[in-house]
């Protein structure tokens, strides 16, 4: 499948309505070409430092007369781990015992429990994260922004594309280094913000 679509194709696609039931129901997979997933920690009090994993993978059953029973599933990569100009050394320093850990926890998962929809386009997912060996609920605010059911020769299964943003406190995954001390800035922030863009592939244009 080609992962381009020409102006005029595009043209097309943004002219037409982005509605969940112009999509059929069936099983997605994500285009890695079109996701990103980081997360944002504060630093000294002094700035919102954001990095990425650059290697994770999600899987949708998506029926969209009945989006409250779509599941949802999410794997990681931790040693995927991407950061701006890190110093010699940091992210080796992220991987190991007192971050993430990544060679006794080499995967990240998250599977969906419950969907509830909260408006035309957006819902809230509730379901079970597990980071660090340890396993607790994490919400994520979701927004549909739009979808087909494909496009002859250009793009031939049906796309859905979802914004999702959600918060963590880390320490409640077992990774509490450097969590400042109460009253204090001064290390990095427990809460973590996450924000994920996807665009996901489904049923062949047709089926």
């Not at 679509?5 to 069936?26: C, F, H, K, R, T």
């Not at 793009?155 to 400042?180: M, T, W």
Request: no cysteine.
């Amino acid at each position: 499948m080609r992962n381009w679509i020409s102006a005029s194709a595009l043209m097309v696609v943004l002219a037409a309505p982005a509605a969940a039931q112009d999509v059929p129901a069936g099983a997605y997979k994500l285009d890695k070409h079109h996701a990103s997933l980081t997360f944002t920690v504060n630093h000294l009090g002094f700035s919102n430092y954001t990095a990425q994993f650059t290697s994770f993978d999600v899987a949708l059953e998506l029926d969209p007369k009945n989006p409250a029973a779509a599941k949802l599933t999410a794997t990681i990569d931790p040693k995927s781990l991407d950061l701006p100009a890190p110093p010699e050394g940091f992210k080796d320093e992220l991987l190991g015992p007192n971050w993430l850990d990544a060679a006794k926890y080499p995967e990240m998962t998250f599977t969906s429990t419950k969907v509830e929809v909260t408006g035309e386009k957006t819902a809230t997912v509730t379901g079970d994260f597990t980071l660090h060996g340890v396993t607790k609920p994490v919400t994520l605010e979701v927004t549909f922004n739009g979808g087909y059911p494909g496009m002859p020769e250009m793009d031939p299964q049906a796309r859905v594309g979802f914004s999702a943003k959600g918060v963590l406190k880390r320490s409640e995954f077992g990774v509490a280094y450097g969590v400042p001390a109460p009253g204090t800035t001064m290390g990095v922030s427990d809460e973590v913000q996450i924000a994920i863009e996807a665009e996901l592939n489904g049923p062949p244009l047709g089926k």
